[in-house]
C-alpha cells in the first residue's frame, strides 16, 4: 500500500570527523562571491536574507490559486509560505546576507582558487575559476558535502504544500483549503530545499581523505582537477601558493515536474545528499522505508555568509598529489589486430593530449636482452586515452619470456615530477 508523503523533512546532525587535513587558514568567501556576481547576473537580489531567499521561492508555486497567493501576499503573511521544518532548521541564518546565484556559477565558485603575489603566501590575487577541468561538467556539489556539519534536505509535493499554507494561518478556510488541496492533488509537482556544506572540487581532489576514509571523485576526475591546478601555478610561478576554500555554506531550492512523491521516502543519515542535476537516491539503513528516485531541474543556491577556511598548497604538495593519482592510473581495455596494438587509459583529456607516449619493452637478440623504444600515438575520446603501438611479428617472436611493455609518459603536466615520481605502467601483451 502506498501513502502520498506530503512533506519530508531529514535532518542530519553533526558527527565527529575523521580525516586527518593539511593546515587551514580562515578566509572571507564574499570575494568568491564578488567574483562570480562578475560572470553573469544573478537569479534573485543579492542583498537579501537566508529567509527572502525561500520566501521567493515558496511564493513562486504553482501549487497555489492566483487569488489565494494574492491573498496571502497582500496580508503580509509571505513569511509563512515557508514550511515550519524549514524554518526551525535556519534559525542560525535566517537573518544572514546570502547571494543567489544559478547552479552553474556555483559549480564555478566550487572550482575557485587563490594565487600569492609572491612566495611568502601572505597576500593573494583575486579569485580565480579552473576554466578547463571536465568537472565543470560532472562535479555534483550534493555528492560532496561536508559529513560533520548539520545538514538537512526538504521535498514535498503540492498536497504536502496546500496541508501546509492550510495549518500556518495563512487565511485558507476549510473549504477553500479542500477544494485547492483536491486541485494540487493532480499536479505534477515536486519542491525541495537543502542546506548543506559543499565541498571545492579542488579540496575534494587534493585532499582525497576530506570526507574521511571515501573518496567522492573518480580518478579520472581527480587527475584533470590537479593538472589544471599544476598548469596554472606554473603560468603564474611554482615558488608561489595556492589557496582553496575547503567547504561554503549552501543552501539549494529546486523544483520538478515529476510525480507525485509516492510511497515511503527516506534518506540516509549516513554519508551525503545525492540530488541536483541529476537525481535523488535515498535510502535509510536503519531499514525505515523504500528508496525513491526524483529527477530535478537544475537547482537554484543561495550561499551564506562571508566566513570560511581554506587550505594552503605549495607545488611540492600539487605534484606529490598528482603523482599518487597517476600511479592509480588503470589499463581499461587492450585489444590486437595483427601487428596493432591498443591500450585505453582512465586519464583526462587534458593529460593524454598533452604528454609524449613512448611504449618500452625488451627483446632477446642473440644470447643479449636489449630495450627498444617506440612512440605511441594517442588519441582521446568520451571513452578514454587511446594509446597505439605496431611491433611487427618477427619483433614479437624476440619479445622476453614476459612478453611486457612499460608505458612511459612525458611531457606536459608530467614533466613536472621527478624521474622517480613519473609512472610507469606495465602491460603484458
Given at each position: 500500500m502506498?501513502n502520498?508523503?506530503?512533506?519530508?523533512?531529514?535532518?542530519m546532525?553533526?558527527?565527529p570527523?575523521?580525516?586527518?587535513?593539511p593546515?587551514?587558514?580562515?578566509?572571507?568567501?564574499?570575494?568568491?562571491?564578488?567574483?562570480?556576481?562578475?560572470?553573469e547576473?544573478?537569479?534573485?537580489?543579492?542583498?537579501?536574507?537566508?529567509?527572502?531567499?525561500?520566501?521567493?521561492?515558496?511564493?513562486?508555486?504553482?501549487?497555489?490559486?492566483?487569488?489565494?497567493?494574492k491573498?496571502?501576499?497582500?496580508?503580509?503573511?509571505?513569511?509563512?509560505?515557508?514550511?515550519?521544518?524549514?524554518?526551525?532548521?535556519?534559525?542560525?541564518?535566517?537573518e544572514?546576507?546570502?547571494?543567489?546565484?544559478?547552479?552553474k556559477?556555483?559549480?564555478?565558485?566550487?572550482?575557485?582558487?587563490?594565487?600569492?603575489?609572491?612566495?611568502?603566501?601572505?597576500?593573494?590575487?583575486?579569485?580565480q575559476?579552473?576554466k578547463?577541468?571536465?568537472?565543470?561538467?560532472?562535479?555534483n556539489p550534493?555528492?560532496?558535502?561536508?559529513?560533520?556539519?548539520?545538514?538537512f534536505?526538504?521535498?514535498?509535493d503540492?498536497?504536502g504544500?496546500v496541508?501546509?499554507?492550510a495549518?500556518?494561518?495563512v487565511?485558507?478556510?476549510?473549504?477553500?483549503?479542500?477544494?485547492?488541496?483536491?486541485?494540487?492533488?493532480?499536479?505534477?509537482?515536486?519542491?525541495?530545499?537543502?542546506?548543506?556544506?559543499?565541498?571545492?572540487?579542488?579540496a575534494?581532489?587534493?585532499v582525497p581523505?576530506?570526507?574521511?576514509?571515501?573518496?567522492?571523485?573518480q580518478?579520472?576526475?581527480?587527475?584533470?582537477i590537479?593538472?589544471?591546478?599544476?598548469?596554472?601555478?606554473?603560468?603564474?610561478?611554482m615558488?608561489?601558493?595556492?589557496?582553496?576554500?575547503r567547504?561554503?555554506?549552501?543552501?539549494?531550492?529546486?523544483?520538478?515536474?515529476?510525480?507525485k512523491?509516492?510511497?515511503?521516502?527516506?534518506?540516509?543519515?549516513?554519508?551525503?545528499?545525492?540530488?541536483?542535476?541529476g537525481?535523488?537516491?535515498?535510502?535509510?539503513?536503519?531499514?525505515?522505508?523504500?528508496t525513491?528516485?526524483?529527477e530535478?531541474?537544475?537547482?537554484?543556491?543561495?550561499?551564506?555568509?562571508?566566513?570560511?577556511?581554506?587550505?594552503?598548497?605549495?607545488?611540492?604538495?600539487?605534484?606529490?598529489?598528482?603523482?599518487?593519482?597517476?600511479?592509480?592510473?588503470?589499463?581499461?581495455?587492450k585489444?590486437?589486430?595483427?601487428d596493432?596494438?591498443?591500450?585505453?587509459?582512465d586519464?583526462?583529456?587534458?593529460?593524454?593530449?598533452?604528454?609524449s607516449?613512448?611504449?618500452?619493452?625488451?627483446?632477446?637478440?642473440?644470447?643479449?636482452?636489449?630495450?627498444?623504444?617506440?612512440?605511441?600515438?594517442?588519441?582521446?575520446?568520451?571513452?578514454?586515452?587511446?594509446?597505439?603501438?605496431?611491433?611487427?611479428?618477427?619483433?614479437?617472436?624476440?619479445?622476453?619470456?614476459?612478453?611486457?611493455?612499460s608505458?612511459?609518459?612525458?611531457?606536459g603536466?608530467?614533466?613536472?615530477l621527478?624521474?622517480?615520481?613519473?609512472?610507469?605502467?606495465?602491460?603484458?601483451?
Amino acid at each position: 500500500m502506498t501513502n502520498v508523503i506530503r512533506g519530508l523533512l531529514v535532518l542530519m546532525a553533526a558527527c565527529p570527523s575523521a580525516y586527518a587535513a593539511p593546515p587551514t587558514v580562515s578566509i572571507d568567501i564574499s570575494s568568491y562571491t564578488a567574483s562570480i556576481m562578475e560572470i553573469e547576473k544573478p537569479p534573485a537580489p543579492a542583498n537579501q536574507t537566508a529567509e527572502a531567499f525561500l520566501i521567493n521561492f515558496f511564493s513562486s508555486t504553482t501549487c497555489l490559486p492566483a487569488s489565494v497567493q494574492k491573498k496571502i501576499e497582500t496580508e503580509n503573511k509571505s513569511a509563512k509560505l515557508i514550511p515550519e521544518e524549514i524554518n526551525s532548521s535556519i534559525k542560525d541564518i535566517k537573518e544572514k546576507k546570502v547571494t543567489a546565484v544559478f547552479h552553474k556559477d556555483l559549480i564555478s565558485m566550487l572550482h575557485s582558487y587563490e594565487i600569492s603575489t609572491d612566495n611568502t603566501g601572505k597576500a593573494f590575487e583575486v579569485p580565480q575559476f579552473l576554466k578547463s577541468a571536465r568537472t565543470l561538467n560532472t562535479y555534483n556539489p550534493f555528492r560532496n558535502i561536508d559529513p560533520s556539519a548539520p545538514r538537512f534536505i526538504y521535498m514535498l509535493d503540492c498536497t504536502g504544500y496546500v496541508s501546509h499554507l492550510a495549518k500556518a494561518d495563512v487565511g485558507l478556510t476549510v473549504l477553500n483549503a479542500k477544494v485547492t488541496t483536491s486541485a494540487a492533488f493532480d499536479l505534477q509537482q515536486t519542491y525541495v530545499a537543502s542546506r548543506a556544506l559543499m565541498a571545492n572540487a579542488i579540496a575534494t581532489a587534493m585532499v582525497p581523505d576530506l570526507f574521511g576514509s571515501k573518496q567522492t571523485l573518480q580518478n579520472v576526475d581527480a587527475l584533470s582537477i590537479i593538472a589544471n591546478l599544476l598548469t596554472e601555478l606554473n603560468i603564474a610561478g611554482m615558488e608561489k601558493k595556492v589557496r582553496v576554500p575547503r567547504f561554503v555554506d549552501v543552501i539549494s531550492t529546486s523544483k520538478s515536474g515529476s510525480s507525485k512523491l509516492q510511497g515511503q521516502v527516506a534518506v540516509s543519515g549516513e554519508g551525503n545528499l545525492g540530488f541536483g542535476t541529476g537525481s535523488v537516491s535515498t535510502e535509510n539503513k536503519s531499514g525505515f522505508g523504500v528508496t525513491k528516485t526524483i529527477e530535478f531541474l537544475s537547482p537554484d543556491s543561495a550561499i551564506v555568509g562571508t566566513e570560511g577556511t581554506a587550505f594552503i598548497f605549495e607545488a611540492k604538495d600539487i605534484k606529490k598529489q598528482l603523482a599518487s593519482n597517476l600511479k592509480r592510473v588503470q589499463i581499461i581495455a587492450k585489444t590486437r589486430v595483427n601487428d596493432a596494438f591498443t591500450f585505453k587509459l582512465d586519464v583526462p583529456e587534458n593529460i593524454c593530449n598533452s604528454a609524449s607516449w613512448r611504449g618500452q619493452y625488451s627483446m632477446i637478440e642473440g644470447e643479449k636482452t636489449i630495450t627498444r623504444e617506440k612512440p605511441l600515438l594517442a588519441s582521446y575520446d568520451e571513452y578514454g586515452c587511446t594509446l597505439s603501438l605496431a611491433i611487427d611479428e618477427q619483433v614479437q617472436k624476440l619479445l622476453t619470456d614476459k612478453r611486457q611493455i612499460s608505458i612511459l609518459p612525458t611531457g606536459g603536466v608530467i614533466e613536472y615530477l621527478s624521474e622517480t615520481e613519473r609512472p610507469n605502467y606495465a602491460i603484458n601483451l
